[in-house]
């Protein structure tokens, strides 16, 4: 994606994209609550999901980054692994990030032992792909909007994991150093990347604009 340009983005005078939508955040482990704390800036009232029950009635949901081997495991402990799967199979509009993507991917190339995925985003997954902690980085990055567009965004690695294969269907959105960092495909928004981190809403707008559209439906 070269030469990549600002979009403006263009919002009702004094309507916020998140109002009228409940978005669900899944709370095992990981970043909850800086998701949380944005899609509330952004209008939206938010559901910390732990259990089944707590999807129903939301518009959209977000897979938070974390140890993605550890929120896979606690899905089972909790009874949420098949709820999860089912809500997000039946096109509830979600998005992974980090932990998250990997959380939605159908094949993890070097998962940990017993690891297992949701299995609804047709990629394959590397994790850890640009390195360890230590290695975390606030990069701008270009992305690529539904409309074809692209707009520059700021956000963060943190031993972010890569898009190493997509299957038919997939629309790869973003790209560093050579790598997929970002998919979409349906009802599913797939990122490598934290921009609840860095503060940019942009990844979070798209998916309450999808919410959105899925709802007036």
């Known amino acids: 994606m070269k030469g990549a340009v600002m979009v403006e983005k263009v919002q009702p005078a004094g309507v916020l994209p998140g109002e009228g939508l409940t978005v669900g955040v899944l709370a095992l482990q990981g970043g909850v609550r800086e998701h949380a704390l944005m899609l509330e800036s952004l209008g939206a009232q938010v559901r910390w999901v732990r259990t089944g029950e707590q999807l129903e009635g939301l518009d959209a949901l977000v897979l938070p980054g974390g140890e993605s081997s550890t929120i896979d495991r606690l899905t089972r402990i909790f009874g949420v692994r098949e709820p999860l799967i089912e809500a997000i199979s039946s096109g509830m509009p979600t998005l992974g990030t980090c932990a998250g993507l990997i959380m939605l991917s159908k094949r993890i190339e070097d998962p940990a032992p017993g690891q297992q995925s949701l299995g609804v985003l047709d990629v394959s997954v590397g994790r850890n792909a640009f390195g360890?902690?230590?290695?975390?980085a606030e990069v701008r990055l270009p992305w690529l909007t539904p409309a074809g567009d692209e707009?520059?965004?700021?956000?963060a690695f943190i031993r972010a994991?890569?898009?190493?294969?997509?299957?038919?269907?997939v629309q790869v959105t973003a790209r560093h150093e050579g790598k997929i960092v970002g998919v979409r495909s349906g009802n599913l928004i797939g990122i490598s990347f934290h921009p609840e981190v860095t503060g940019d809403t942009t990844v979070h707008e798209e998916l309450l604009a999808l919410a959105r559209e899925v709802k007036g439906k």
């Open 161 to 169: 994991p890569i898009v190493t294969g997509t299957d038919e269907g």
């Open 151 to 155: 707009v520059v965004i700021d956000t």
């Open 132 to 136: 360890s902690q230590v290695d975390s």
